[in-house]
């Protein structure tokens, strides 16, 4: 009979964090441990070589369970189910419901359909776009003009009428008048009173976001993980804040945003990232006081109790890839980056993920490349099964100082932003715009100087490849 509960380290002595240390140093004969072994990050926080378990003591946020207030280790509590998504751009509703049908069949369960321009899309639309498309077995999300809320409402619309006022229909439409004022810097208080009816006039329809956060675009534009972070959560607060003081309900405006993160190449920060996005989104919430008056079911492990709503603080998230570090010379090294990249936002606990075909920085997405991508998250759960546990880097103790340490200095600059008058006043003053291009540039020269390795880009390239065609600047 097999023995049980053997202790297979008894017969090794413990060793103390000195004695560690005390190796290490012997091991570097005079160099500097700091110089040496110490990783100085982007980030603005440095990162040692290795954590021991009295590394965790400062560590304030491991005594929750996946699914409990403030939601670091995820908002699930069964396995780590995601959606994973694939977005079609429309240049004709019929052929568009064609290819959603047919990828409806190959593993996807959440579709994105990109409208491009101003389209203001009717009920009649989305009746051929989503002709025998069975929206409770699905994600539905549009993607249209940021500030447009009239999609949403023929959305809502839609479903009301195809599936009850009370739907549980899980949808999304991009509307994001701040992330459209940063991008081009027009931004009008009308487009908050219209987001205000919005909310309100669906409020029935619990699973239909309206408001979608683009915390990508700081990430395309070159920034740090701790700053996408503080940005998209600056922007989030400002939602709160300008609605609320319009008078809508804080809980029912949580729920209805959703946050979009783009995810890089640093493979465990990533991770921690979204561990720490949720647990600075969840606090923030709390501190509006949402009014626990709109929960089917309380989800937050008693912690309504005294009638604040902290279901409300649960960040619904979409990862997808970032652009700034893909490559149009040897493409196939993207599907490397992308591959990492969507393990890092799964092992996170990301809702929803989009994996960037590897082509599609340069030209048109083929078949092929878009069967690639869905295969790539398809892989991550029917190969090496990372749906089936919740958060499933929690104890470890150096995604747990990472999570800690994004988590402050992220907070640290949304206090910042928050000073300067919040998100809109201190884009306005143009402090984001400059801290962004301050890493940005700082990262370019990191890469022209070898520091920052991109692999076939400044590390291993092919110097026999050369540009055939001029790239369309559209794409």
């Known amino acids: ?72 280790r995820g908002t699930k509590t069964k396995g780590n189910e995601w959606l994973i998504r694939q977005d079609i751009v429309v240049f004709d509703l019929e052929a568009a419901n064609k290819k959603a049908l047919e990828v409806l069949h190959k593993g996807i369960n959440s579709l994105g359909f990109v409208f491009k321009g101003s389209t203001l899309i009717s009920i009649n639309d989305l009746k051929v776009l989503l002709k025998d498309i069975d929206l409770d077995a699905i994600e539905l ?39 459209s004022f940063s991008k081009n810097g027009a931004l009008k208080e009308e487009n908050f009173s219209e987001l205000k009816t919005l909310i309100e006039e669906t409020i029935g329809l619990k ?10 675009l700081y990430r395309d534009a070159g920034s740090s993980i701790v700053q996408e972070l503080a940005f998209s959560l600056a922007s989030g607060a400002e939602y709160l804040s300008t609605l609320s003081e319009m008078g809508a309900d804080v809980a029912s405006v949580a729920k209805k945003m959703k946050f979009n993160f783009g995810v890089g190449a640093n493979y465990f920060m990533e991770i921690a990232k979204l561990r720490a996005a949720r647990m600075l989104w969840a606090k923030i919430v709390e501190a509006y006081e949402p009014k626990c008056n709109c929960c089917d079911s309380c989800s937050c492990g008693g912690e309504c109790e005294d009638g604040i709503c902290r279901c409300a603080a649960k960040m619904r998230i979409h990862s997808e890839n970032t652009v700034w570090n893909k490559t149009v010379y040897d493409p196939h090294v993207n599907l490397l980056r992308t591959q990492t990249e969507a393990m890092s936002a799964v092992l996170g606990g990301t809702d ?23 295969n790539q998250q398809i892989l991550l759960k029917e190969e090496a099964h990372l749906d089936k546990i919740a958060d499933v880097s929690a104890g470890s103790y150096y995604i747990e100082n990472l999570t800690d340490n994004i988590a402050t200095l992220a907070w640290e600059l949304f206090v910042e932003v928050q000073e300067k008058g919040g998100y809109v006043e201190a884009f306005k003053a143009g402090f984001i715009q400059e801290t962004i291009e301050a890493t940005a540039a700082k990262l370019d020269k990191s890469i022209a100087t070898r520091r920052e390795n991109l692999l076939g880009t400044n590390q291993f390239p092919n110097f026999n490849e050369f540009m055939q065609a001029e790239l369309d600047a559209e794409i």
Request: charged share 30%; proline share 5%; glycine share 4%.
């Open 352 to 374: 929803s993920m989009t994996v960037l075909p590897f082509n599609a920085i340069y030209e048109d997405s083929t078949d092929f490349s878009e069967r690639i991508a869905r």
């Open 1 to 72: 009979m097999a023995e049980k509960n053997i202790n297979l380290f008894s017969e090794f002595p413990p060793i103390s964090s000195e004695d560690w240390r005390a190796k290490v140093d012997a091991d570097l004969k005079g160099r500097d441990f700091e110089k040496a072994l110490v990783w100085k990050t982007n980030e603005g926080f440095n990162v040692r070589p290795y954590y021991r378990q009295e590394d965790l003591e400062k560590v304030q946020h491991l005594n929750k369970l996946p699914g409990q207030f403030p939601f670091v």
């Open 207 to 216: 699973k239909l976001s309206v408001i979608n956060v683009k915390g990508k």
């Open 141 to 179: 999300n549009i993607v249209a003009c940021s500030k447009k809320v009239e999609n949403a409402k023929v959305l809502a619309q839609y479903i009301t009428e195809m599936y009850g006022a009370d739907s549980k229909v899980k949808a999304s439409v991009s509307i994001d008048p701040i992330g």
